[in-house]
């Protein structure tokens, strides 16, 4: 590196400060420095000059040793101790050429010395050698801060790519699940429909066939009560319909029946939510006003809804956009009724609809119970449900991810336990994948 009065950069001149209490020093210095293109400046004590250099750090510094105020070897200590300050070279000025001051300069953090009287040759000598290192060092600094600066930016971009991974190895194993949960439940949906199917015909033929039997049967008893000879015989035949509980049985059948259809019914519903589950392409696709669906699906969903929620709209303008408006009802029927367990005896549910940048946005939130931060990872899990059996399947969150997903949107949720929740469908209005 080619040394000159200029810095590093070459735009400046090297700046040396001058600190000597003694005036003809100073300007001996300075004279000398100056020839050479060096700017000086010069300070007329220890205090003046640390300020100064803390406020503008030059690229070396004369220090006197003797001065009334502060002496050079402290002004060094402090200058060295500073963040700042203690890259500058400090070259300590004495006239005592005596090894025990250079001890203690060296002590204080000295990097030269030069001996008063002053030499022209070896002040400019010293200083141009001190200049040349601190121009190595600054140089040296500035790299390795941008080389920092790179490994963490290359740590920064390498980090966000591992997250990236991993996500997509979470989507992808996700995906296999829910083909292989998709599969598994058609099938087994395919199975439980043809059994269902003859049950629920037989029971029903039976309800009707056992109604017959009793009429039949109730019509025995009083025409045997009436021709029956033999008063006791009547009495035999009483008690041993007594003795077989006939009459609870009689009263009961219709209950058995009743009650064996609606399990029927529940298991058809089920399937029916199974099928779904797996063949959420099947519906037919067309052009639908969302704000209308999501008015048929409150009507539908009234029952679920009207004893302990208040049903807030606040429907904004929405484009009519092609969609399967049956799984869509389908999503916010399942949101809607969720929304209603959630809430415990009285509380309020908001339906809001808005588009923006292409997208349609529904949320609808709840006063309810909230989901825990445990929970709220799983929701969508087929089959996870926080619900007793015969409440929940587990299936509707599931479901309605797909149905979402297949139109190219997303379910997104905010829920704080005990105040409520939110589920936010957003889906592109030129949706792909769900043609
Ligand atoms: N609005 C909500 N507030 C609180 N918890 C909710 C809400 N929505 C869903 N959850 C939680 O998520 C679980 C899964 O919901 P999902 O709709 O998939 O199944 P489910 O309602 O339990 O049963 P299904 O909908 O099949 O009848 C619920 O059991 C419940 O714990
Ligand atoms: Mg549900």
């Known amino acids: 590196m080619h040394m000159t009065a200029q810095d590093s950069r070459g735009s400046r001149a090297s700046t040396i400060f001058i600190v ?3 005036s003809g020093t100073q300007q001996l210095l300075a004279d000398t420095l100056s020839y050479k293109g060096y700017a000086t400046r010069c300070l007329s004590s220890g205090r003046l000059a640390l300020t100064a250099a803390a406020e503008d750090p030059p690229d070396l510094i004369l220090l006197d040793v003797m001065m009334p105020d502060m002496d050079g070897f402290e002004v060094c200590r402090l200058l060295k101790m500073d963040q700042a300050t203690r890259f500058i070279p400090v070259v300590m000025v004495t006239s005592f050429n005596e090894k025990a001051m250079r001890l203690k300069g060296i002590a204080a953090g000295a990097d030269d010395f030069i001996s008063k009287p002053i ?14 290192v601190k121009q190595y060092n600054d140089f040296l600094k500035e790299h390795a801060g941008i080389l920092e600066q790179q490994v963490r930016l290359r740590t920064e971009e390498l ?23 998709g599969q598994l439940t058609a099938g087994i949906a395919h199975e439980i429909n043809n059994p269902i199917g003859f049950i ?14 009793l009429t039949f049967i109730k019509a025995q008893q009083t025409t045997l009560a009436a021709c029956l000879p033999d008063p006791d015989q009547a009495e035999r035949l009483q008690a041993m319909g007594n003795q077989l509980k006939l009459e609870r049985i ?14 029927v019914d529940r298991l058809k519903s089920i399937v029916m939510d199974l099928k779904c589950f797996s063949r959420v392409n099947d519906a037919e696709q067309s052009i639908a006003d969302i704000n209308q669906c999501l008015e048929s699906t409150l009507n539908i969903a009234g029952n679920e809804l009207k004893y302990k929620t208040i049903v807030k709209r606040e429907y904004g303008e929405l484009p009519p956009f092609s969609c399967h408006p049956q799984q869509l009802n389908q999503v916010f029927m399942n949101l809607l009724v969720n929304a209603a367990h959630a809430i ?14 292409g997208w349609i946005h529904v949320s609808i939130s709840d006063t309810g119970c909230g989901i825990s931060e445990q929970h709220l990872s799983r929701i969508f899990e087929p089959f996870f449900t926080t619900k007793e059996p015969g409440r929940g399947t587990g299936l509707g969150l599931s479901i309605s991810n797909e149905i979402v997903r297949n139109h190219g949107g997303r379910i997104e ?23």
């Open 159 to 181: 980090e966000k790519v591992i997250a990236e991974l991993r996500t997509t190895h979470q989507q992808l194993v996700q995906q296999e699940k829910m083909a292989t949960i």
């Open 250 to 263: 009689i009263d009961d059948v219709p209950n058995i029946i009743r009650e064996t259809m609606e399990g």
């Open 200 to 213: 629920a015909s037989n029971v029903t033929s039976l309800g009707k066939y056992c109604e017959r039997f």
């Open 20 to 22: 000597d209490d003694d």
């Open 119 to 132: 030499d022209a040759t070896e002040i400019l000598l010293r200083t141009r050698n001190l200049l040349l």
């Open 413 to 435: 949720v905010e829920s704080l336990v005990g105040q409520g929740s939110t589920f936010t469908v957003s889906i592109p209005m030129k949706s792909q994948g769900h043609g």
């Open 344 to 357: 415990d005896t009285k509380g309020e549910i908001t339906v809001r609809s808005w588009s923006s940048n």
